[in-house]
């Protein structure tokens, strides 16, 4: 054994553990579209039973097990294996919560072909093309709404909404922060502004959510003004990495007109940051946006910036689990 003060953090582990991770990733994939999540929700069972269960090769089925159990996904005693909490919550299908199976499944089928030309991206600063035809639309869709609808639930759970009257989701890409806002406010109104697709999408979503009756959904564009106003919190989610730096500051600007006095707003998105160590998520999706579709994961630092130029004083961050994180601002 080395005596060596630097010699853990000299070890090569953590730079194999970097390298390999497509494997992992990858074998997560093959698990979750073999069933083997929705298989132990059956209850532990060895890789025979689990092969049996999800109709796969026993060999295939340890493989899958063993990963996933080395990974903290499953975990296994007595050659039984069988689902983490986490598993249990999110991919199983018996949960109660956001499945995540529709992301995996994007994840796996078109964003992993993106990231094989990462190199080409990385030399160029430009998007791969982005295929979306056949059935790839219906798969983008589905897995970019439900990462949004994990991203809701995450603030929901660590944001207190009952002290608001009236929300504004302004330039809004999921109807989902707006729908888990209201079901745990009753009293709470909101109001839905955004163009395109994302509007219909939206009021699926918060019609399956029983809110409807208490939102507004408006076809606008943020950057043309008609923003609605009186509203005693306003929510940015998803909208600075699909703009430029020009346009972010003018929706922050209309953000603040829509204010009523000592609002406040929540700006959601990935961030790269400014502190000692970069929060891993943010960075990681700084990639995943631009090898996608080119769009940005901005600086803290330059978010701050828009709004306080806009009117909004940031008070503080919170980062929100397997999401992105939350400015808080409070209108000046």
Do not use: C
């Not at 499944?105 to 030399?123: K, N, V």
């Not at 079901?183 to 959510?209: I, K, N």
């Not at 972010?248 to 707003?265: M, Q, Y």
């Amino acid at each position: 054994m080395s005596s060596h003060p630097d010699a853990e953090a000299a070890s090569p582990a953590r730079i194999v553990d970097v390298a390999i991770g497509y494997m992992a990733a990858k074998q997560l994939f093959a698990a979750s579209e073999a069933g083997l999540f929705a298989a132990l929700a059956e209850g532990p069972a060895g890789a025979a039973e689990i092969a049996a269960r999800a109709g796969i090769p026993e060999r295939t089925a340890r493989i899958l097990a063993d990963a996933m159990a080395g990974l903290g996904l499953l975990s296994r005693a007595d050659g039984l294996y069988a689902n983490s909490p986490a598993t249990a919550r999110y991919l199983s299908g018996a949960g109660d919560d956001v499945d995540l199976r529709p992301f995996l499944t994007f994840l796996d089928t078109i964003s992993y072909g993106h990231w094989l030309g990462f190199g080409e991206t990385t030399r160029t600063a430009k998007p791969a093309d982005l295929d979306l035809g056949g059935d790839r639309m219906t798969t983008f869709l589905s897995g970019v709404m439900t990462y949004n609808a994990l991203h809701a639930r995450m603030l929901a759970e660590n944001y207190d909404f009952s002290r608001h009257e009236r929300v504004l989701d302004l330039g809004g890409l999921s109807g989902s922060f707006l729908a888990e806002a209201l079901r745990g406010v009753p009293g709470l109104r909101g109001t839905f502004f955004s163009g395109g697709g994302l509007v219909e999408h939206a009021r699926t979503v918060l019609a399956e959510a029983g809110v409807a009756d208490r939102v507004e959904i408006v076809d606008g564009d943020p950057l043309e003004g008609g923003v609605p106003t009186g509203f005693d919190l306003v929510l940015l989610e998803h909208v600075a990495h699909r703009f430029d730096a020009e346009q972010n500051l003018r929706i922050a600007k209309a953000a603040r007109e829509a204010a009523a006095p000592g609002a406040t707003l929540l700006l959601l998105d990935f961030f790269l940051d400014s502190d000692p160590e970069q929060r891993a998520i943010d960075a990681l999706h700084a990639g995943e946006y631009l090898v996608i579709d080119g769009t940005i994961v901005y600086p803290e630092d330059e978010v701050r910036g828009w709004l306080r130029a806009a009117g909004w004083e940031p008070v503080e961050t919170r980062a929100l689990p397997g999401s992105p994180r939350v400015i808080v601002a409070e209108a000046r």
